[in-house]
């Protein structure tokens, strides 16, 4: 079907966890953590018309049809938004990686609402909580850039920006349930972990990611990478590089040796993350 060109696109961006650490469950059952997120600029895009009814599709076939995005949307409904939009998710962050692609896409949504018919709500604390009813990490995508997480990762504390890194990322062909990781972690016997004072890179699942994810790591290292990690609860792998060559000379490597999803990517200012053209 013929499609013509979006009146907006909103870029939806993967974010990286270089640090985090997990308490044990609350009284809700729900664990707290300590994190710091980054945005980098592999994105999910919504292309979005005007239209007489609504109409959402994606171009994928493994996004359910019920999802953040229209999770975010039915909320929006609820609140009094009555236009009416026809979207289209383009997929580009692989799913159960710890990029938070289906959080993006929710926030990504939400964004467009705020920016475009910013009318329908004048009240700032309406939109991080509508994003929270979504999910955990969808307000940290209403921020952007770099920033700590506290709580359930909600509580957000942002950082400035920094020069930009080359951050190669590669999700191994085994995928991680966010249910799993958690349920794994607490059979473990751990210490809840301060934030860092400055740069680190930590993450409490690589106690329990599976050996793949482990490997990578390594594997990421060796290819010359400063620092390297585990992304949220996994499955994707991060290392920073110190320039194009030696991220391009992993990415090729790792590619020759079998890995099909390797993506090299930069991160993002807090004013990129939010981009809506």
């Not at 609504?54 to 953040?68: G, K, Q």
């Not at 792998?237 to 992993?250: K, M, Q, T």
């Amino acid at each position: 079907m013929y499609s013509p060109r979006p009146s907006w696109v909103v870029q939806c961006p993967a974010k990286i966890n270089t640090f985090l650490s997990v308490g044990r469950p609350d009284e809700k059952g729900w664990h707290p953590i300590r994190t710091v997120f980054h945005a980098v600029n592999l994105c999910d895009e919504l292309h979005i018309w005007r239209s007489d009814k609504d109409f959402f599709e994606t171009d994928v076939d493994w996004v359910p049809a019920e999802n953040t995005v229209t999770k975010a949307w039915a909320l929006l409904r609820e609140a009094g938004f009555d236009r009416n939009l026809r979207v289209k998710l383009i997929k580009r962050i692989p799913a159960e990686s710890g990029l938070g692609g289906g959080s993006s896409d929710a926030a990504g949504l939400i964004r467009f609402v705020k920016s475009v018919f910013g009318e329908f709500s004048e009240t700032a604390e309406f939109w991080p909580n509508l994003a929270l009813n979504v999910g955990a990490d969808v307000p940290y995508f209403l921020v952007g850039g770099r920033a700590v997480g506290e709580g359930y990762g909600e509580q957000l504390t942002e950082l400035p920006d920094e020069p930009y890194r080359h951050v190669l990322l590669v999700r191994p062909s085994v995928g991680c349930s966010t249910y799993e990781m958690y349920k794994a972690l607490d059979s473990q016997r751990y210490r809840w972990r301060e934030l860092p004072s400055g740069f680190e890179v930590y993450n409490d699942f690589e106690k329990v990611a599976p050996k793949r994810c482990i490997g990578l790591i390594r594997r990421v290292r060796d290819l010359g990478a400063g620092y390297a990690g585990l992304s949220g609860s996994g499955s994707c792998v991060f290392g920073f590089y110190p320039n194009l060559d030696s991220i391009n000379n992993a990415a090729f490597r790792l590619r020759q040796e079998g890995e099909t999803a390797v993506f090299t990517c930069r991160t993002l200012s807090r004013v990129e993350s939010v981009k809506i053209s």
